[in-house]
């Protein structure tokens, strides 16, 4: 007979009728499953009682696919038909795998996302995925003795919407239906009951084995908003092992190992950095192929200063994300320790000491990740009395608009959290001006060249004005899934434009790092961009409106000296528009202005007259 | 009139109202519904209910409501691992047969 679990009071299911919800945390390196049973939230094993699915595929001889440790074990021999860290190309283009010429893969650049050749044929991401996904799909259900209702899954948080997007695809094509996708600190934080307390801010500190990822999560209300994201992509437990690697290729003295040895002697790196966890010093021994044998002491003391500047690099994130969180480590009410290589001694102490407060470490940090994304489908499903968490998200990137000269103004800034409208108000550039382009661009630069085109789109029919007297307000809006709509609206007339921007694939956690950090390295250089676009701006409005004002009545308020020397300077102005110097186009832009203001003040009579000629004096006054 | 826990269910359910926080015992029941006219019910419980009766086994307060203990006397509870399932499984001596499924009974 079919097993029975405990259910919460009241909330017991008819026969036939058991809401079946998983977690799935779907990793770079391992994917794990859990559930809820009888109110306790546990990871689901396989048949050989293993937690972690290698996050491998691999298409053996007929082309059908192969999940997990067997993958993994002949990703040597198979390197082109067995894909590793798939993740890294979910939702990305070619163009977005800067180390596309690294990996052993046969890429096929598509548009929207890039393909995989392999025997099997060519495959996208997401069916790759979907093959991870289907694994830990018929281990949950025979586990569970029944169809799924629904699955969490989880996705670092500054995946952007095409990467969740072509998450939820890769579940769909796996027959998994999709409760939400939640954010791994988030998930984090959950299965360690922070959102038990009625508020608090946290930091979850997530080392896995390439990628390093801190949040600062917080809570109030029962909400759980992440306020700020940062980390390493290229920082993770592998770099831990490649310094004992290095370090144990250094002692003995063996240079040029054959790729058999080099991968045996990496292996007996990760295994001497898991046995540090625990004991103060381990032993490696290996006899290579050459028959040299290889026999060090690596005690804790050495492995701690071979790493340490590794563990240094992580606090560099940190203290960004505290910094756009607009936090001290005083405001940190809990830290949760996340992913395998949190593990290692001197990171948990490097952690405590920098906030000054011993982490939350008694789940397993392999699996808190997993058992927070059951917790959450469990309540989704309907199979807990909802206290109901409503988790929000931020924008990774700033979004703005291009505006004169190629600057982008920033409209939403980075961090804000979903869902968000923003609007701000434009003007026109000339007179008569009836259409506007707006270029809705993400990103911190501050030249439209530096930051990503989202979407253009023209808002057209804006009635002839003077220069700057039409007022357009643009609207972003950001709805809870993440999709941005920008709409144009021109207040006196009302003509309207909008804009849907679904991104066919987005930015991926390196290129928005990197991103960010241009941002913080071209600070100067943006901001003397900046000013000498702006000064052209401000110099070719000038010269537009100097060049209006003369063909209107130049030749009967100015005398011929006047004139030339109005002509000279704007000359003077031109010239330097087009040099790179922002503070010599000011200088003559100021010298024009100098040389109109006797022109300006007779236009200004002129006009005065005009408007007061045959009128009755009682009739201005009224 | 008594229901009993096997020794690993009651070390099961000491362990998930350990984790749950809260909680004085088990709840065991049966209504109508189901394809065999009747089905189990299994819940935490947090308040007694007047009628309730209540059993102590291993430890554990089971209560019951003395309608479902007409169709469940004499049963035992019991926590077994099928495969990669695992949970609990009601061995009511009453039952004279089940659906399919073994989700529903009839007496």
Do not use: E, K
């Given at each position: 007979m079919a097993l029975l679990q405990i259910a919460e009071p009241g909330l017991c299911a008819d026969p036939h009728q058991h809401r079946l919800a998983i977690g799935i945390d779907l990793g770079t390196t391992n994917s794990l499953v859990a559930t809820v049973r009888s109110g306790s939230a546990d990871v689901l094993e396989d048949e050989a009682g293993r937690a972690l699915l290698p996050s491998v595929v691999r298409y053996v001889q007929d082309g059908s696919p192969e999940v997990g440790l067997d993958a993994q074990l002949r990703q040597s021999d198979d390197p082109h038909n067995t894909i590793v860290s798939v993740k890294r190309f979910m939702g990305r283009g070619l163009k977005d795998v800067q180390d596309a010429a690294a990996t052993p893969y046969r890429f096929v650049d598509a548009p929207g996302m890039l393909r995989l050749e392999t025997r099997a044929g060519v495959k996208s991401p997401v069916e790759v995925s979907a093959e991870i996904l289907k694994t830990l799909r018929g281990r949950a259900e025979a586990a569970l003795g029944g169809e799924l209702t629904g699955a969490v899954i989880t996705v670092p948080a500054y995946f952007d919407d095409a990467q969740r997007q072509a998450t939820k695809d890769a579940a769909r094509l796996a027959g998994v239906n999709v409760l939400r996708l939640l954010n791994e600190p988030t998930a984090a934080a959950i299965a360690y009951g922070l959102?038990?307390?009625?508020q608090g801010t946290f930091c979850i500190y997530d080392l896995g084995g390439g990628t390093f990822d801190i949040s600062i999560l917080r809570l109030s209300q029962g909400i759980f908003e992440v306020v700020a994201t940062n980390g390493d992509s290229k920082l993770g437990g592998d770099d831990f092992d490649e310094r004992i690697y290095r370090w144990v290729v250094e002692q003995s003295g063996v240079g040029d190992l054959s790729a058999g040895d080099a991968r045996l002697l990496l292996s007996l790196a990760r295994k001497a950095k898991e046995a540090l966890t625990e004991k103060d010093e381990t032993r490696i021994t290996a006899t290579l192929s050459s028959g040299t044998v290889v026999d060090r002491v690596l005690t804790v003391d050495t492995f701690f200063m071979l790493t340490a500047d590794l563990i240094t690099r992580t606090l560099g994130p940190t203290r960004k994300a505290l910094r756009d969180a607009g936090?001290?480590?005083?405001?940190?009410d809990g830290v949760v320790l996340v992913g395998g290589s949190t593990r290692m001694r001197h990171v948990r102490s490097a952690v405590a000491k920098y906030f000054q407060r011993e982490p939350l470490t008694n789940l397993d940090p392999d699996q808190v990740v997993a058992l927070g994304a059951a917790m959450q489908a469990n309540l989704l499903v309907g199979n807990r009395k909802s206290d109901d968490w409503l988790l929000l998200d931020v924008i990774p990137l700033s979004l703005g608009l291009e505006t004169m000269g190629g600057l982008v103004e920033k409209v939403i800034p980075r961090n804000a959290t979903l869902p968000v409208t923003r609007a701000q108000d434009f003007t026109t550039f000339k007179d008569g001006q009836t259409a506007m382009s707006v270029h809705v661009l993400q990103g911190e630069r501050e030249l439209t060249s530096d930051c990503r085109s989202l979407a253009r789109f023209e808002l057209r029919g804006i009635p002839p004005m003077v220069a700057g007297a039409a007022r357009i307000r643009v609207t972003f809006q950001v709805d809870a899934d993440g999709l941005l709509s920008v709409s144009a609206r021109e207040q006196a007339s009302g003509v309207e434009a909008t804009i849907e921007v679904k991104p066919s694939y987005g930015l991926g956690d390196d290129e928005i790092a990197r991103m960010l950090q241009d941002s913080f390295t071209h600070a100067n250089d943006d901001m003397a961009a900046r000013n000498l676009r702006e000064q052209r701006v401000d110099g070719l409005r000038l010269l537009e409106a100097t060049q209006a004002a003369l063909d209107m009545d130049g030749w009967q308020l100015l005398s011929d000296t006047e004139r030339v020397t109005i002509d000279r300077a704007m000359e003077t102005l031109r010239v330097m528009l087009d040099g790179q110097d922002h503070t010599a186009i000011k200088r003559a832009a100021d010298s024009l202005n100098r040389a109109t203001a006797q022109f300006a003040a007779r236009r200004m009579d002129v006009s005065i007259q005009r408007a007061l000629a045959g009128q009755r004096l009682d009739a201005i006054e009224a | 009139m008594a229901i009993t826990l096997s020794e690993s269910a009651a070390d099961r359910i000491q362990k998930f109202l350990s984790q749950r926080g809260k909680g004085i015992g088990l709840r065991l029941g049966v209504r109508t519904s189901g394809c065999s006219g009747m089905a189990y019910t299994l819940e935490f419980v947090d308040e007694t209910l007047p009628d309730d009766l209540s059993f102590e086994s291993c430890g554990v307060t089971v209560l019951i409501d003395p309608k479902s203990l007409t169709f469940l006397d004499g049963t035992e509870l019991d926590f077994v691992r099928e495969g990669l399932n695992e949970g609990f499984k009601f061995n009511n001596p009453n039952v004279k047969n089940t659906c399919g499924c073994g989700e529903s009974f009839n007496v």
């Open positions: 959102d038990n307390a009625s936090l001290s480590v005083d405001d940190i | -």
